[in-house]
């Protein structure tokens, strides 16, 4: 009986009853497109980030880390790339080179960091030769072929065939100047990553850094890097534990750019700020809405105490129908949310007029949404508890009431 009266008590005044629905059902749609949006945020600078910089996996010398120094080594790189690449689980693996250097033009020198790389094997792991705007990817149809990004074309002012210098530290701590010839310009949508790389054939890398060794060093076996890039990341561990050596310093992504882990961590506590930002806005809108109920009723409620109804079950009914609100609005919420998600996660939402600013964070201008699959259930459990919590106090208002006193209220 309490349930049947607290449900159609909701339907007394159905445009108050409607308008409330219709806040709580908009509070859900809220918290989910937010949490989408923001998710799909976190895991466009994450992805970017992994294809375009660090991989799932790098492998440097122990030393190499702390400063960079083109001294610090692998050990025949391309040997143990060519076994970690039969492991199943390993989608690629590219072999580099890496030097710090300084590269100018007649227009202007800046700082670089030159990667000397396998084209054909880092296209497999970064998509690089996918993100050539303008000439063509290295072809090494001759020497010291040089790929710069669009950023750094425009404040060296050069174009392709434009003649570059760069002048790096070779093996034996000298000065090794070489002049390169743009043959192509790539566009990654990371501006910082744009600015401060450039990529080169690895074998033309790897002679200039030995000009001053020639004898000691085989320029074919030089290598600074190896990077992975795995089918799935729940691999990772596996594999990096399997890769363990002792001249070896491997290291997930995790390890390498901490602020990866950070914001992998916190797509879990999106959707909970989200909504209990919302959920507590829309807690007063219940509250007032449920007072209103009971001080409407105050005459009918003493009625109901003095023929009998305990203040138990009063408490009970207008506890109900705050129930029953969430209950109503939350699927509508849900469901016009999930329709939200799921189109925007197949399209994506284009923010092509804010690129500049996102392209400074590594971030794609096309935001593809995505909600964790656990803010499903959540989002009732919050819904629930708002409405609980909200219709405390008209509840205690109502059972406050002395019959006699209510009958004669106007």
């Not at 996996?57 to 039969?86: G, T």
């Not at 040089?146 to 060296?156: G, H, T, V």
């Not at 819904?383 to 609980?388: G, N």
Request: proline letters at 4%.
């Amino acid at each position: 009986m309490i349930p049947i009266l607290a449900w159609r008590n909701l339907w007394r005044n159905p445009t108050r009853t409607l308008v409330l629905i219709g806040a709580i059902a908009l509070g859900v749609w809220a918290g989910l497109f937010m949490t989408g949006f923001a998710t799909g945020m976190i895991k466009s600078y994450i992805s970017n980030a992994i294809d375009q910089i660090v991989s799932h996996i790098q492998v440097h010398h122990p030393n190499f880390s702390e400063d960079q120094d083109v001294k610090f080594r692998l050990d025949q790189p391309d040997q143990h790339a060519a076994k970690i690449a039969e492991k199943e689980e390993v989608k690629a693996v590219v072999v580099r080179t890496l030097a710090t250097g300084m590269i100018s033009s007649a227009k202007g020198a800046r700082g670089i960091r030159v990667k000397g790389i396998s084209p054909a094997e880092e296209s497999k792991v970064t998509g690089l030769d996918q993100k050539i705007v303008e000439g063509e990817y290295l072809a090494g149809k001759r020497k010291n072929e040089i790929l710069i990004s669009r950023a750094l074309a425009e404040k060296l002012k050069v174009k392709i065939r434009s003649k570059l210098v760069l002048n790096m530290q070779d093996l034996e701590g000298e000065i090794t100047p070489a002049a390169f010839r743009v043959v192509g310009i790539f566009h990654t949508g990371n501006k910082p990553f744009d600015e401060g790389h450039v990529f080169v054939q690895r074998k033309d890398l790897n002679r200039l850094l030995t000009l001053t060794s020639e004898g000691r060093i085989d320029p074919t076996t030089l290598g600074h890097e190896i990077a992975l890039l795995l089918h799935d990341t729940k691999n990772i561990p596996a594999i990096q534990s399997a890769m363990a050596q002792p001249d070896w310093k491997v290291e997930n992504y995790k390890e390498i750019s901490p602020d990866l882990e950070l914001y992998e961590s916190q797509m879990g506590f999106v959707s909970t700020i989200y909504l209990s930002i919302i959920m507590l806005a829309l807690t007063f809108g219940i509250i007032n809405t449920m007072l209103m109920a009971v001080l409407e009723r105050i005459r009918e409620l003493g009625m109901l105490m003095g023929i009998g109804m305990n203040k138990l079950k009063v408490f009970l009914m207008i506890m109900l129908e705050a129930i029953f609100l969430g209950a109503v609005a939350a699927p509508i919420g849900l469901a016009l949310g999930s329709l939200t998600i799921y189109f925007l996660g197949q399209s994506g939402l284009d923010l092509s007029m804010y690129s500049d600013s996102l392209e400074m964070y590594g971030m794609s201008p096309v935001v593809y949404f995505d909600v964790p699959s656990k803010v499903y259930w959540q989002i009732p459990v919050f819904v629930a508890c708002t409405a609980i919590l909200a219709a405390l106090y008209p509840a205690y208002k109502a059972i406050k009431l002395k019959p006699v006193e209510a009958i004669r209220k106007i």
